[in-house]
C-alpha cells in the first residue's frame, strides 16, 4: 500500500492558526532586534513629533477618511465614552478613540493606539510576515529600542440589554513608527438595539514570549438612520454550479449595503464521479464550486474600477439537501455611500486563492 503523507491531503490551514503556531514557536533568538544607527534621544523627540502630529490627524472628521466620503448627511459622529485599563508602566501609553459612528446597520470607530517612544514601536500584528522596509516609517521603526506586535482581541457588544460576540472587520493606517490608527467596524442591524451601544474588547502585544493586554470600551448613543431599499429584478442567475437567488442594496447616508443570496447549483452524482486522486494519493474534485472557497465579491463602477469593501460578512443559510457539500450563503458588504443605480456589476471572487468567478449583472429598482 502506498504511504501517504496525510498533510498533503487537506487544504492549507488558516492564515490566522498558522500566524498563532509559527510566532508561538519561535525563540528568542528570531526576535527582531533592530539596529538603532540614530542617537535615541533624538529618535524619542521625533517620536513625539510624529505622535503630536496623529493626535492633530484624529480631529476634525477624520473617521469619513475610513468611509471614503466627505458627508454622511444626518448621520452624526459621535465623541464616545472610553475606560482603558492601562498596565502600570506598560508600552502603550494611550488607546484613544475619537469618532464613532452608526447608522442602525454597522458601526464604525476610530481607534488609534500609541507607544511609549522610550519602550518601542509598533508593527501591525498582521504585517508580521512582511518586508518591514517597505511599511510606513520603516527608518524610524528600525531605530526604536524594540518592535512590538499590535493584535486586537475577541469583541463583544452589549445593547439592548443583551451581549453580542461579533467579528469584527478592521482598515488600518499607521500614523508614525509609534501609533497606528483603525476603523473597527462590524454590522449591527440584525442586535436588539437599544438607546446606546457598548463595545469592549483589548489589544494585546507580542514582545515573544511576554505579552502586554489592555483591555478597553466604547458606549454612545445609538442612531438609526433612514433607508432605501433596492432589490434585483432579473434573478435567478445561474452561474458556474451556483446560482444568484435575491439581491438588495439598502443606501443610509453612511453606506451602501449589498446583500446577495446565493446557493449550489450542481449535480451531486457528476461531482462524486469528477473525483481524482493526485500525486500524493489524494482525492480531489476536478470540478469548481465557487461557493466552497471564500465567496466575495467586489462591486464595480460603471468604469468597471472596483469599489472599497469597509465591512463584510456571510451567513449559512443551512437549506437541506441530499449533497452533503451543499453550500446556501448570504453574502453581505458594505461600500461607500453612492448614488444608486439602475445596474451594477458583481465580480465574484476567492479572497483566499485569488482566483475571479464570471462576474455578472444585477438590476435594480427601489421598493
Known sequence: MKELNWKDCFEPAPEAFERSVQRALQTKTEEQQMKRIIPRSAIIAFALILVLMATALAFGGDILNFLHTKDIGEVQIQKPDVEVKYKEDGILKEIRVDEAVCDGHSFHMLVTCIADPEKGALLWGFDWDKDLST???????????????????EMVVETGGQKYEIMENLDKRYDSAYSISMDITFFIDEMNLGDTMTVSSAFWLGDYPSTENVPYSVTLPVQIAKARVYEATNLPIKLENYKVLSARITRTDMGSYFEIEVEDDYDPEEYENSMVEDEEGCSRPSITLPLHGSPWFHVLDQEGQKLPCMTNEWKDLERFSDAEEWMHLLIREMIPITQIGSSYTIQPRDSGTGELFTPYTLEFVER
Open 135 to 153: 511599511l510606513p516609517f520603516a527608518a524610524e521603526r528600525a531605530a526604536a529600542p524594540k518592535v512590538y506586535e499590535l493584535n486586537p482581541s
